[in-house]
């Protein structure tokens, strides 16, 4: 069983840069991929990020790439989103998710409750 909590969301302005933290508990967060999805208003939800087991191996959604970076330490049971340049459209309810190494939400078995992040000035 793993439980997640993210943390750093907030009220940004356009072209800061972000960094969210997924807390984990659990003695078997570090043999999970961790992932990183989004979902705005009235939206479908969006892969962000997400890192493998190991933390050798990174893939990001089109919509990031070039400015989002996903890293983890497991001996601390953390991974971390770090998201620059950003945009009204990055606008969402932000999640990590421990599950499959995958862009898609169905391959993750633990989520947590989401965060807040806006975009505006």
């Known amino acids: 069983q793993v439980q997640l909590e993210e943390s750093g969301g907030g009220l940004v302005q356009p072209g800061d840069s972000l960094t969210l933290s997924c807390a984990a508990s659990g003695p078997t967060f570090s043999t999970y991929a961790v992932g990183w999805f989004r979902q705005a208003s009235g939206k479908e939800r969006e892969f962000v990020g997400a890192i493998a087991w190991s933390g050798y191996s990174t893939r990001y959604g089109d919509s990031v790439r070039g400015r989002c970076t996903v890293s983890r330490d497991n001996a601390k049971n953390v991974a971390s989103l770090q998201l620059r340049d950003l945009r009204p459209e990055d606008t969402a309810v932000y999640y990590c998710?421990?599950?499959?190494?995958?862009?898609?939400?169905?391959?993750?078995?633990?989520w947590g409750q989401g965060t807040q992040v806006t975009v505006s000035s």
């Open positions: 998710a421990a599950g499959g190494y995958d862009n898609h939400p169905g391959s993750y078995t633990y």
